[in-house]
């Protein structure tokens, strides 16, 4: 393990397992794939795939493959709709259950965007989450940037930030960033504050991934669904774009937003990521529903 990534609860080998085992299942669901095949798939026996998975899911694989068919999605999309209707443009997420955050996002100045980040300190990490490593970079004014990494990308995404704030002092600080990814993956109720995200972008940009934020936790809406929320019912394709310059993965969660046809559509950090994304939401939004009845 590099050296710079601390021990965790989680780890890449679990998340590539996983993920797998979500790709196998989600290709293969009209099959119904039984625990065997899926198991064998990834190389595990059938009881310790099925602790592993359980352990990570928090519900059975049997379980989590009804939230990877085409249905599923299709039926969220109509019941988050009406939620997004609801909503007043705030900037500002309504948690009401504990893996929701409260998320406020700040906009760079024009004056600051030009600048490239002079002046600003920004202090970086790389640390495990339940979808794999990540890259998080912040300042004294918020969360600027998480990327997710894939196996041989740490230096490209280091590339990517450095780039991004061209004009910045970016050092490393995994300790702080430790402490905010601790914060976003294993939430508790006791977290009242607001993460605050402090961005670049275009207004069209801001104005999207302000959007975003009133997407729930676990729902899933449409490129056109989102463009019709924002009051901008032609904007779908730009939309898509927006979303492909998405800085802060996961707490801006464009991972939310498919086809109409209930297929995923493209992903920043891959479509493999954004199913396991998916149906993890799911399947710990259905638990915590369970545990409150």
Not at 162 to 175: A, K
Not at 199 to 227: D, E, H, M, S
Not at 261 to 281: A, C, M, N, Q, Y
Request: overall charge positive; hydrophobic content about 35%.
């Amino acid at each position: 393990m590099n050296s710079s990534v601390e021990t965790s609860t989680y780890d890449s080998e679990t998340y590539e397992r996983i993920a797998k085992a979500i790709a196998f299942m989600r290709q293969n669901y009209l099959n119904q794939p039984d625990l065997a095949t899926v198991a064998q798939h990834v190389h595990f026996s059938e009881y310790h795939f099925q602790r592993l998975f359980t352990r990570w899911a928090g519900i059975s694989p049997k379980r989590f493959l009804q939230y990877l068919t085409v249905e599923y999605a299709k039926s969220k999309i109509t019941e988050t709709a009406s939620l997004l209707d609801l909503t007043v443009d705030t900037g500002l997420s309504s948690p009401g259950r504990l893996h929701d955050l409260f998320v406020k996002l700040e906009a760079m100045s024009p004056g600051e965007f030009k600048a490239g980040g002079v002046g600003l300190q920004i202090g970086y990490g790389i640390h495990q989450t339940p979808f794999g490593e990540c890259l998080i970079a912040t300042t004294s004014r918020g969360i600027c940037n998480l990327h997710f990494l894939n196996t041989t990308s740490k230096d490209a995404a280091k590339h990517t930030l450095r780039s991004e704030w061209s004009n910045g002092d970016i050092i490393h600080d995994q300790q702080t960033t430790k402490e905010i990814c601790d914060r976003i993956f294993e939430p508790v109720a006791s977290h009242s504050k607001p993460l605050v995200l402090f961005v670049k972008g275009t207004n069209f940009q801001i104005q999207v991934w302000r959007a975003l934020l009133r997407v729930p936790f676990a729902g899933i809406t449409t490129y056109q669904g989102l463009a019709e929320a924002m009051g901008r019912p032609t904007a779908a394709r730009a939309i898509g774009n927006a979303l492909g310059s998405n800085p802060v993965g996961y707490l801006i969660p464009c991972h939310r937003v498919i086809r109409e046809s209930g297929e995923l559509g493209g992903f920043r950090w891959g479509l493999e990521r954004k199913t396991v994304l998916l149906g993890w939401e799911a399947s710990r939004n259905q638990k915590i529903g369970q545990e409150l009845t």
